[in-house]
């Protein structure tokens, strides 16, 4: 018997040694993993931070797009009102040329009907005069 409690006190002391050594690796696996959830929580915490420059990037494009196309949205009405006033412009100065072209070709027809009439008076008068008085009143 005494050789008995012999082997149970070493296999015992082997067991007190192999609790320890697996005590001591369970912490140093306890440490590994706290460090490495850290690292990961940084990791977490640098992706959130990308995330977020990137969402304000965006955003900042985003006002950006909004304050050209307000930009071009004012040139293209500025030039509209300038093309729209050219176009009145043009209708004015075309409706003073139509004006002043049918002054004259009412002036035109006047002269035409004055001549005309003229024409027919000379003609009357040399169709109901006698040449030979008109030619002695002549010399």
């Known amino acids: 018997m005494p050789n008995e409690i012999l082997e149970v006190k070493v296999d015992v002391g082997v067991l007190k040694t192999q609790v320890l050594t697996l005590s001591a690796l369970c912490n140093k696996m306890d440490q590994v993993i706290e ?54 412009g043009l209708k004015n100065t075309m409706d003073e040329h139509v004006q002043a072209s049918k002054s004259q070709y009412e002036k035109l027809n006047q002269w035409k009907w004055t001549l005309a009439g003229g024409i027919i008076v000379i003609t009357w008068l040399i169709s109901h005069s006698n040449f030979d008085t008109i030619l002695k009143s002549l010399h």
């Open 35 to 88: 460090k490495l959830v850290d690292q990961h929580d940084r990791h977490l915490i640098k992706v959130y931070e990308h995330m977020d420059n990137q969402r304000k990037e965006k955003d900042m494009d985003i006002s950006e797009i909004h304050e050209r196309i307000d930009i071009v949205l004012n040139k293209v009405q500025e030039s509209e009102l300038r093309i729209m006033d050219e176009i009145k």
